[in-house]
């Protein structure tokens, strides 16, 4: 099987550039944006769990120590994390933690929905357009005057064009979508485990503050007093 034949640059183009154009167009210049940032983030490395764990078991073996009062921040590595324990450590309430991390989360889910979404757009339309370049390739057939060479070429072309799609949508799209569905799984339980246990060991040192009741008078008044020289009821059996 030679392989050269299946390596067309029109081909290419009409599959790839139709592809990234009606993706583009239907879902707009914001989510390919946000697209090509989690494709890029899936060469990079996951989320670094480990270190981040062992800046928080340090924050928490302080906390045990010192207490919320007293606690110093600490940089763990991760921009979210430090913006969190920064507002636990200001408001000394696991709660406060909690609702960070739940705004910081559903941003995430947000933007990893939008790319997964945007690669799966593309994966539908590649086929469509190796179809398109199918209809392109057999357009060029003229009815008269056909020499042997054009018409192994188009039929080469519509060939190629179909296949590129498949491929395209099979081999490159959809598994890039997955693997940004996966790693948003993968560094959301992480980063949940991390947060579950902070927000625990800050419930157990958190200040238990008492609701202040009024300050009331160490000698209270009697509502009626009584006379410190009462009267004689009956001043006639006194006499």
């Avoid at 239907?26 to 062992?54: K, Q, Y």
């Avoid at 057999?138 to 056909?146: M, P």
Wanted: charged share 20%; net charge positive.
């Amino acid at each position: 099987m030679d392989f050269a034949h299946l390596i067309n640059p029109a081909a290419a183009a009409i599959v790839g550039g139709g592809t990234l154009l009606a993706t583009v167009l239907r879902c707009g210049l914001a989510d390919s944006g946000e697209t090509l940032r989690a494709v890029h983030a899936l060469i990079r490395r996951p989320f670094p769990a480990v270190m981040v764990r062992s800046e928080v078991a340090a924050l928490i073996a302080q906390l045990r120590q010192d207490g919320l009062f007293r606690a110093r921040k600490r940089p763990t590595g991760d921009p979210e994390f430090d913006e969190m324990i920064d507002a636990l450590i200001a408001a000394r309430s696991a709660s406060v933690l909690m609702v960070r991390h739940a705004a910081h989360r559903k941003r995430r889910h947000v933007r990893a929905v939008r790319a997964a979404r945007t690669l799966m757009t593309g994966a539908d339309l590649a086929p469509v357009f190796g179809l398109a370049g199918t209809l392109i390739s057999l357009s060029q057939l003229q009815a008269q005057g056909l020499a042997r060479s054009q018409f192994m070429g188009a039929i080469s072309l519509a060939v190629v064009t179909t296949l590129y799609g498949l491929l395209l949508a099979n081999l490159l799209l959809a598994p890039l979508a997955r693997a940004v569905e996966r790693r948003h799984d993968r560094d959301e339980a992480a980063r949940q485990s991390i947060v579950d246990w902070l927000a625990a060991q800050a419930s157990m040192v958190a200040p238990q503050l008492s609701l202040q009741r009024p300050h009331s008078d160490p000698h209270p008044r009697d509502p009626h007093p009584r006379d410190p020289h009462p009267r004689d009821p009956n001043p006639r059996e006194a006499a």
